[in-house]
């Protein structure tokens, strides 16, 4: 670390601080594994950090830390799959909490277990959407930056996964 540059080892120590918990969230809710979680956050920071030490620039540090979790948690999925030590149903299970677009929180009355059976009926790519807008809050347009599709697919990812999801919970449909 000594031979980058104060600025940078200043600026990453800062997007650490601003982020780190965010993506420990968001790991959090895609693999359901607290150590899990922790061990990707931080393998999430480790690959950014190799990265811009390496002299590559990142105009949107956020997304870009959201896209590497994603990345990561896909990468562990495909591996859980293929040793089949756990299973892929246990790695998608997501505890979650839902504002309707009229405001109402869908999630405060219901189980946490029942929330968690229902989202992982969501498919992706709609659950991934609804995880990063709602568990994230984190607006469209960054959601697009991180899946890597334009703005309106994005948009209607989460309005169809919404939709999934009052379906499945007909006391808020």
């Not at 105009?59 to 591996?79: G, H, P």
């Not at 189980?111 to 709602?134: F, K, N, W």
Request: include cysteine.
């Amino acid at each position: 670390m000594s031979e980058q540059s104060p600025s940078l080892e200043e600026d990453f120590a800062t997007a650490y601080d601003l982020y780190a918990d965010a993506i420990f969230r968001h790991c959090y809710f895609r693999v359901n594994d607290r150590e899990k979680a922790v061990d990707l956050m931080q393998e999430t920071f480790m690959k950014t950090w190799e990265y811009l030490a390496s002299g590559k620039k990142v105009t949107n540090l956020r997304a870009f830390l959201y896209r590497s979790a994603n990345n990561l948690i896909v990468d562990q999925a495909r591996r859980a799959k293929l040793r089949q030590e756990d299973s892929l149903e246990d790695m998608r299970e997501a505890g979650f909490d839902i504002a309707g677009e009229d405001g109402r929180d869908m999630g405060t009355a219901l189980d946490g277990r029942h929330v968690v059976s229902v989202m992982s009926q969501v498919e992706e790519p709609y659950r991934s959407a609804l995880l990063l807008r709602y568990v994230d809050e984190l607006p469209p347009k960054e959601i697009a930056e991180i899946l890597g599709e334009p703005v309106n697919v994005v948009s209607v990812r989460i309005n169809r996964g919404v939709k999934k999801l009052r379906s499945l919970l007909p006391q808020y449909g």
